[in-house]
């Protein structure tokens, strides 16, 4: 059964950190990765969605990247902002398994 | 549709009796997904939908739950004889195609009391 995994569960940082959020699977044998990104009491928005064949999505301050020899995501946010500050999520979309996700503060 | 819509948007009931939860996915989409997420917790899978196929029901917590699609669109979850800890918010998805990304609804919040 495919287990997804987020380190931190939380984190904290200074406006203007560049920083990075990880996501770890234990089946390799997958088909497309999700990012997605949580306000408190809100639904889910998506961020990025990387498939097998691709190494990395880049979307404004946003990139995502996957490999899958190792099990591993990663969401880097380039010169972060107040208005970064949600709950981000990483879902392996071809096993419907979502990670615990990484609550994000960025301080003014 | 736009979006994903789902309905209502909170829920108040009391403990014992049933509720329909509402799941109306983006036009042409042959995927729907239910999840469910309890406060502070990450997304717990229930039930997945694809066009016509039987339904994988793996994730439903027991059979107090139970959910349809009709004519390949509009979708119900159902739980029957509610309990507290099945307050919670619940979320639907859909997408294109299988293994397409997921669009999701903004969630019922369900409270049981």
């Known amino acids: 059964k495919q287990e997804v995994t987020q380190i931190p569960a939380a984190l904290s940082v200074p406006e203007g950190e560049n920083l990075v959020l990880n996501c770890s699977f234990t089946d390799s044998a997958i088909y497309n990765l999700q990012w997605f990104r949580q306000d408190p009491g809100k639904g889910l928005t998506s961020l990025l969605l990387?498939?097998?064949?691709?190494r990395e999505q880049t979307s404004g301050r946003l990139n995502a990247s996957l490999d899958k020899s190792s099990g591993r995501s990663t969401l880097y946010i380039a010169a972060s902002q107040p208005g970064d500050s949600a709950t981000y999520l990483c879902?392996?979309?071809?096993?419907?398994?979502f990670g615990a996700g990484t609550r994000l503060t960025v301080k003014p | 549709g736009a979006g994903v819509s789902q309905s209502p948007s909170n829920k108040v009931t009391e403990k014992g009796k049933d509720v329909e939860l509402r799941c109306d996915p983006i036009s042409g989409h042959t995927a729907l997904y239910w999840y469910r997420q309890s406060l502070g917790q990450g997304l717990e899978f229930l039930i997945y939908?694809?066009?016509?196929?039987?339904?994988?029901k793996s994730g439903l917590p027991s059979d107090r739950f139970s959910a349809e699609r009709t004519g390949g669109s509009v979708s119900t979850l159902t739980i029957q004889r509610t309990q507290q800890e099945d307050s919670a918010v619940y979320l639907c998805?859909?997408?294109?195609?299988?293994?397409?990304?997921?669009?999701f609804g903004s969630g019922t919040r369900l409270t049981v009391v």
């Open positions: 939908f694809q066009g016509n196929s039987a339904p994988d």
């Open positions: 998805a859909s997408s294109l195609a299988p293994n397409n990304g997921y669009t």
């Open positions: 879902a392996v979309i071809s096993d419907m398994r």
């Open positions: 990387i498939q097998s064949s691709q």
